[in-house]
């Protein structure tokens, strides 16, 4: 797992991962890339992160793959990222394609939805929480009175 | 003494409460300006690993999380 | 759609394939790499292409992506491909992570269904045509007895 | 006279052939030593178009491919 300040070089880290899977003897590889498109006269998306709780989401995740004979990767961008760069990248290695193929799903919808991660609009310079875009965590609501106890 | 953070866009410094439970911490929240509109929606960690039951107890020393809704990638 | 004498450089199509993307103001894009693996003792895989009616197959996938509101891409090594190198990349961009990831899994097993592409073990320089990995097209059988006519 | 070319690992050469049908043609792979194998499991196309009919009729002039099982990627 590898976060960056401002937006990643997708190339750079692509081709690393690429040389590391082929290493691997690993027979299909495949990359998820997230890049901040132009829409709502944003000039930029920002994002937060709690790295201690994510490096545990992600230390199942690289469990769970490891007992498929999987392995997964992740980089994330912290800050600012600018329109056509890219805040995201997943990826994941098996032998065999089908495993690639649903694991590579699974992983990044359980990082929609659970990666300890806030996303802001960046417009006319201000940082504005994307709320309605945003999810609550798996376990969200425990402080409800009538809470999941 | 309990610390509480507050992560992402709820944009509020730690605290430290003399509390012993998560139902306390709900109670206080819920009559902060700031914080009652996070008690719905937001999960909460203790030492990092995120919890599920409401009456949890709390120690001195413990670190407590507050995670609001999540929207990485 | 490309195509290639011997293994894919990697790097450097999904980088401009990437680059491509950015200026569309995709959200998501996803890339599927399929790597020469060491097993059964073989020097290399090599495959026979039938361009025309690949051509058409891939031809149908963009009009289908096209009515989903995102593109695929892909390339495909022709001849001999060694260990750790790669024969295959395809790619999906669209501006929904859910359609992206729904037609990546669509487009990479029909395409191992149904592309005109045939694979042989390269072993002491001499090419085995892949028999037991292969399957019958979509509408193998026709000639058959108790064909399905 | 139709063409008919035989793809990937069947490896013989194209023949010309007076047939006006698949069927006439699965007759007369039925009888090759070589072809009489990939009638079981390969598409055919005309014109490279795959045809899933038997009695697809054949004109003069066509070329027809036979197609034996894939596997790309």
Known sequence: MELY???????AISSRWYD??????????????????????????SFDIYEPILRKWFDRWQEEAKSRGAIVKMAHAIGDVPI??????????SPKRKVALALVEEFVEDFKANAPI???????????????????????GVLRKDGND | ???????????K?????????????????????VLKEWVENSAVAVNDTVVKDRNF????????TILPPVCGG
């Open chain 1, 118 to 140: 806030w996303k802001y609009d960046v417009v006319n310079g201000k940082r504005i929480y994307a709320k309605d875009r945003s999810t609550p965590m798996e376990g969200a």
């Open chain 2, 13 to 33: 410094d730690p605290i430290e409460l003399n509390i012993n439970s998560l139902e306390e911490l709900a109670d206080y929240m819920s009559k902060d300006e």
């Open chain 1, 20 to 45: 590391e899977v082929r290493e691997l003897n690993y027979g299909a590889f495949i990359t998820f890339v997230g890049i901040i498109r132009a829409e709502n006269s944003i000039e930029a998306l």
């Open chain 2, 57 to 64: 107890p709390l120690k001195s020393g413990d670190v407590v």
């Open chain 1, 84 to 93: 056509a760069q890219s805040s995201y990248i997943a990826a994941v290695a």
């Open chain 2, 1 to 11: 003494m309990v610390k509480v953070e507050f992560l992402g866009p709820i944009g």
């Open chain 1, 5 to 11: 300040q401002g937006p990643l070089d997708v190339k």
